[in-house]
Nanobody, 123 residues
Framework: QVQLVESGGGLVQAGGSLRLSCAASGRTFSSYVMGWFRQAPGKEREFVAAITRGGNRNYADSVKGRFTISRDNAKNTVYLEMNSLKPEDTAVYFC?????????????????WGQGTQVTVSA
């Protein structure tokens, strides 16, 4: 139905920036709410950011002011621009999609998931 592929992860120094991309295929991209989640070893998967087809955004308090989520419906792609990165941002980052109208935060509310991309921030 919907396939999601993340890219752009890597190793950066604290204070640096990185942009993640998520390419969608299989269904009309603009029909879905898109989200970013992350999971560090030994921790539960947590919400990072979400964006509706109309551009309504929601962010976790831990990344607000540093990260920006955006989408390009013509390219079927969602982005996560990460600035002022901290070591505690280190995690596997997942792209997700759901049928809905609000930028939901709950992991269980999303229907489709990418494979994840590793982001490592060194001190």
């Amino acid at each position: 139905q919907v396939q999601l592929v993340e890219s752009g992860g890597g190793l950066v120094q604290a204070g640096g920036s990185l942009r993640l991309s998520c390419a969608a295929s299989g269904r009309t991209f603009s029909s879905y709410v898109m989200g970013w989640f992350r999971q560090a070893p030994g921790k539960e998967r947590e919400f990072v950011a979400a964006i509706t087809r109309g551009g309504n955004r929601n962010y976790a308090d831990s990344v607000k002011g540093r990260f920006t989520i955006s989408r390009d419906n013509a390219k079927n792609t969602v982005y996560l621009e990460m600035n002022s990165l901290k070591p505690e941002d280190t995690a596997v980052y997942f792209c997700a999609a759901r049928v809905g109208t609000t930028p939901a935060m709950g992991v269980s509310l999303y229907d489709y998931w990418g494979q994840g991309t590793q982001v490592t921030v060194s001190a």
